[in-house]
């Protein structure tokens, strides 16, 4: 499969045009029976990096003191000695920022991906024994 072709393939893109071509490197280089997976986890990974992209700049210290309200207590140790700004890089943290604005990571990742690739992931997260 040629360059151009795996660029049309993996339709969602990643914003770092170096991440982009890295991962058509990759793929250039799989020989293996797990082509399909491989390139939907491209787009549903770039769909998902995308999603946690939209919460740079938008948090807020009440988001934060929300979000450690409803951890373990060992995890939000952890992100309290942390604090907030450090906390902001965690991608917990950024989706608990953009559900808190119904902007929820399913809706926004079903709406990039084509319809047979959503149902396709599912399909994938269900083999894996994740039903959430």
């Given at each position: 499969m040629s360059r151009e072709e795996l660029e049309k393939l993996i339709y969602v893109k990643h914003p770092h045009k170096q991440t982009g071509e890295n991962q058509i490197d990759f793929l250039l280089s799989r020989v293996d029976d797990n082509f399909d997976f491989w390139l939907l986890s491209m787009n549903f990974g770039n769909?998902?990096?995308r999603y946690m992209s939209l919460a740079r700049?938008?948090?807020t210290i009440e988001d934060f003191e929300e979000w450690l309200e409803g951890l373990?207590?060992?995890i939000r140790t952890h992100f309290e000695e942390e604090g907030f700004e450090a906390s902001k890089s965690a991608w917990p943290f950024r989706r608990h920022v953009m559900e808190r604005r119904d902007i929820?990571?399913?809706e926004y990742i079903k709406r990039l991906l084509r319809p047979a690739d959503w149902e396709k992931w599912?399909?994938?997260?269900k083999s894996d024994g994740d039903d959430q």
């Open positions: 769909a998902s990096y700049g938008e948090e373990p207590e060992n929820g990571m399913d599912n399909e994938y997260k």
